[in-house]
């Protein structure tokens, strides 16, 4: 046997012997992540306010919330056509609007986004448009109009602005995302109404931008979350089987996903209407816990609309049926051993 023979034979053996290290590694991981298991835990009821009624603290059909960077908790009460301002321990601050159309007037609000500037974007259902307020009611701007070409909205559901200010809207009967530059000047939509592949949406009721900029839409009608890149191509979609719009009530289905945020760990938070709960993914769309059933004890929902995640990760969300605002525990999680 020649030389080179030799050292081919050796450079052989050299990679079966990589190859058999590299699968037996895998192995190990695979089980290991597999006997040791992250658990996450449903997050403890802590508080609650609010009832039905038209007085400072009180609330008809309550939709949206947001918090701003101190921790105060906005909600769109949109039966009484105002925004209310509470401390996280749900302690009423101020409130804004009356139903109207002129600057400061609002139409049906909805979804809500803040921005770490402190600006406080609404949805207007009603009045085709999103109104930016400063944190105590000011009207700044407004933002669209009626119609279905570009840059206008039929009922817009919900606003998220990811941090280069970019702007974008889930256009509810127009079945389409809406986005605009921070300068409000309208950019190609997202999407067309259709049902199965991605890119397509039924009735999309609310938006959300995580911390890399990711798009995550609430396809609510189709019963399922997509994710788009910051460009807005699509990227995976999940809910049901394969995200193909069948609704379901098994852990990661839905039946009408109404509203949608994302935390600071990228973690997704979705409202899962007719089945009274809230669900948590990953930024993949991984099932990672839910909580909730229907009833109006605490802890329980009457069709739940939205939710946000303060800067200590506790959970508020917007009890629909029951005119209340619960407040939960921040999401944890535990290792555990097979």
Do not use: C
Not at 97 to 109: F, I, Q
Not at 223 to 246: A, C, D, H, M, Y
Not at 256 to 262: K, L, N, Y
């Amino acid at each position: 046997m020649d030389f080179s023979s030799k050292v081919r034979l050796k450079i052989r053996g050299s990679v079966l012997v990589l190859v058999t290290i590299l699968a037996v590694f895998t192995i190990s991981l695979t089980f290991f992540q597999s006997a040791y298991a992250e658990k996450f835990i449903p997050p403890r009821f802590l508080t609650q306010w609010g009832t039905q009624g038209n007085a400072s603290g009180e609330f008809e059909r309550p939709i949206g919330i947001a918090v701003d960077g101190d921790d105060f908790v906005y909600v769109s009460d949109t039966g009484n056509q105002r925004i209310q301002k509470f401390t996280a321990q749900g302690e009423f601050v101020l409130s804004w609007g009356k139903v109207g159309k002129e600057a400061g007037m609002l139409g049906r609000p909805m979804h809500l986004q803040i921005t770490p500037d402190g600006k406080i974007y609404v949805a207007e259902f009603a009045n085709d448009r999103i109104q930016v307020f400063d944190l105590v009611g000011n009207s700044l701007a407004l933002i669209g109009s009626s119609g279905k070409g570009k840059g206008e909205f039929d009922a817009p559901g919900g606003v998220g602005v990811d941090r280069d200010g970019r702007i974008y809207v889930a256009d509810f009967y127009n079945h389409r995302v809406q986005p605009f530059s921070k300068n409000y000047s309208a950019l190609p939509q997202i999407g067309k109404k259709g049902r199965i592949f991605g890119g397509n949406f039924d009735y999309p009721t609310d938006v959300a931008v995580g911390p890399d900029d990711s798009l995550y839409v609430a396809d609510a009608y189709n019963n399922r979350i997509q994710k788009f890149s910051p460009e807005g191509k699509f990227v995976t979609k999940w809910g049901g089987f394969l995200g193909t719009g069948l609704k379901g009530d098994s852990s990661g289905s839905f039946d009408v996903a109404t509203g949608i945020e994302v935390d600071a760990q990228g973690r997704v938070y979705v409202a899962d209407f007719y089945n009274n709960r809230i669900q948590i993914f990953n930024s993949d769309g991984d099932f990672r816990v839910e909580f909730g059933m229907q009833g109006s004890d605490p802890g329980e929902f009457e069709r739940p609309t939205d939710m946000t995640v303060d800067s200590h990760g506790n959970i508020y969300v917007v009890d629909f049926g029951n005119n209340r605002i619960q407040k939960f525990s921040p999401l944890t999680s535990q290792t555990e051993h097979d």
